[in-house]
């Protein structure tokens, strides 16, 4: 799967969308094909104030729990319901329907030291 | 890269694996598949159609000697001197504490016993039986990394196998096995497994193994056999309700904690740890190990606490998502006496949150016949 060019990557495998003061968060490919097929995924409440790069949920395949960290900070103002009830959305469409969910940005340049498209490409053919 | 990773083992058929894209694992001492193409499409096919599985890490060991039977009788906790010729039949290994030492498979066919015992205790029981075999009047011989096992599991193993072996094995009855050809390989063919479903496992030699599991699966590919990982293998046993070495029972936890008393012959003569294991169940005030259902979306996972109300009653000993229970999750858990009944209403701890979940019988599946 090719990686969107119009979101950011971090190095712990998460995306993020940005439009205005909204930022929209999923795992990605990479990340969920490492995973397997993913039966949870525990995500932050809404109205709750995420930190740049903290750990804010979980997410469980067959084997293994993993942790979701935010690739950037704020208010979270929405969840993906969908998720609860079909996570493996996430193996599907994980740049898609699969994404996670949004924040209202905490101040600008936030996406400073995240990777472009080509950058996280380099980083998992390692 | 760690030294358990750089000093695995590879089983015969790990070309076979690496060429079908397998993600392996090391496991039991072996770099081993996890999974071909994901967990849950091959615990499907196992269900619905059927899989194929390299368990060519597990321990098989050959005993002779006219005195294998009353020795075994000596140093397991069910009977081997009653199996019949071609039977085969679970056991456990114990200790002067009950404790299990390995659970295992002692198979019969004609003029040997193969014991085949789990990879990760396969050098610990070599050790024991050696122990225990001098001036026994029975000689151990390892085929340890050296043959090969193939299962074949699911409700259409009858039909994708028979055209390929001398064996009836439509007329094999469950937990017997016969020797035979596969593919024109020697083989011994039993109808055991540890899925819940119907199925054989085939012991062969090692070189012989890569032709029948190329050829097996390439006669069956219409058929939907696909090779199946120690993912799906785990998530089928465990909704089967079958223990996992090192999970239901261990050197601490005991066959009459495990429910496994179809495997506990009180009534031989003899046998280590039958002592305790006697006094244990008399007493009936052991911990034991329950089926769990969880009530939400939430997977109960190894090593997370169980309470009744707010008393911590056990914990949490294997866990996975169930796709033949509508994908609940469920689990088994080691628990005092008061939790153990079904239907009791409990709560397990996930990272700091309670979660509702029940008590319910084992196993949570069981195949319609």
Known sequence: MAQPADVRYSKEHEWVKVDGDTATIGITDYAQNSLGDIVYVELPKVGSQVEKSASVGVVESVKAVSDLFTPVGGQVIEVNAELDGDPALVNREPFGSGWMFKLKLNGTDQTDGLLSADEYAELTQE | ?369
């Not at chain 2, 119907?198 to 062969?204: H, T």
């Not at chain 2, 993912?231 to 239901?248: K, N, T």
């Not at chain 2, 039958?274 to 190990?289: N, T, V, W």
């Open chain 2, 1 to 369: 890269m760690t030294t358990q990773e750089r000093m695995a083992k590879r089983t015969p058929l790990h070309e076979q694996h690496v060429r079908l894209g397998a993600r392996m694992i090391p496991f039991g001492g072996f770099d081993m598949p996890v999974q071909y193409s994901s967990i849950l499409k091959e615990h499907e096919a196992v269900r619905r159609r059927a899989g194929l599985f390299d368990l060519s890490h597990m321990g098989q060991f050959i005993l002779t000697g006219e005195n294998v039977p009353a020795w075994a009788d000596e140093l397991t906790s069910n009977a081997v001197g009653t199996m019949k010729l071609g039977q085969a039949r679970y056991n456990i290994f114990t200790n002067e504490r009950g404790g299990a030492l390995d659970d295992v498979i002692f198979y019969r066919p004609a003029d040997r016993w193969l014991l085949v015992v789990n990879a990760s205790n396969a050098d610990k029981m070599w050790t024991h039986l050696n122990a225990h075999a001098a001036n026994a009047g029975v000689t151990l011989t390892s085929l340890h990394g050296r043959n090969a096992l193939i299962a074949i599991q699911g409700p259409k193993s009858v039909q994708m196998l028979s055209p390929h072996t001398g064996v009836d094995v439509d007329s094999l009855k469950y937990y017997f096995c016969a020797e035979g050809h596969v593919y024109g390989k020697r083989a011994v063919i039993a109808r055991t497994g540890y899925t819940g479903e119907d199925g054989f496992e085939i012991f062969l030699d090692g070189a012989d193994a890569a032709h029948v599991w190329d050829q097996l699966l390439a006669d069956n590919e219409g058929g939907g056999l696909i090779p199946a990982g120690l993912g799906a293998r785990d998530v089928l046993r465990l909704e089967a309700g079958m223990p996992l070495y090192g999970h239901e029972l261990t050197e601490e936890i005991t066959p009459v904690q495990a429910g496994l008393m179809f495997a506990v012959k009180l009534s031989k003569p003899s046998f280590v740890g039958k002592p305790a294991l006697e006094a244990q169940k008399a007493a009936d005030d052991y911990a034991r190990i329950v089926g769990i259902v969880m009530d939400g979306r939430a997977p109960a996972r190894e090593g997370y606490s169980v309470f009744l109300g707010d008393r911590r009653v056990g914990e949490i000993r294997s866990g996975s998502i169930a796709p033949s229970l509508q994908n609940k999750h469920i689990a088994t858990a080691l628990v005092e006496k008061e939790a153990a009944a079904p239907g009791t209403p409990v709560v397990v701890h996930i990272r700091g949150t309670a979660y509702g979940a029940q008590v319910v019988p084992l196993p949570f599946y069981k195949r319609s016949q």
